[in-house]
């Protein structure tokens, strides 16, 4: 395998990851029914072990959207190198 098509494969792969990640932070941004205010949740009446694991779910799904953003980032860098050097 030839180095360009080796990084065409890291591009692809960082794309696919940076778009996977925008999905993430836009569907688990904030639980379904939540009140949109900072610590609102504690002020909104007595939440249950259920509201607490879910705002805990859904915030574990929202920081790993970050995290594929930034790895797909990474996979982009010497892509971009690459190109710059010719």
Do not use: C, H
């Not at 794309?15 to 932070?25: K, P, R, S, V, W």
């Amino acid at each position: 395998m030839n180095m360009e098509r080796l990084l065409l494969i890291l591009y692809l792969i960082g794309q696919l990851m940076e778009i996977y990640g925008a999905y993430l932070l836009y569907k688990y941004s904030s639980p379904p029914n939540a009140p949109k205010l900072p610590g609102a949740w504690l002020s909104a009446g007595n939440p249950t072990k259920e509201d607490f694991d879910k705002i805990k779910e859904y915030d574990k799904k929202y920081k790993l959207g970050f995290k594929f953003i930034a790895v797909g980032f990474l996979f982009q860098v010497p892509t971009t190198f690459f190109n710059l050097s010719k």
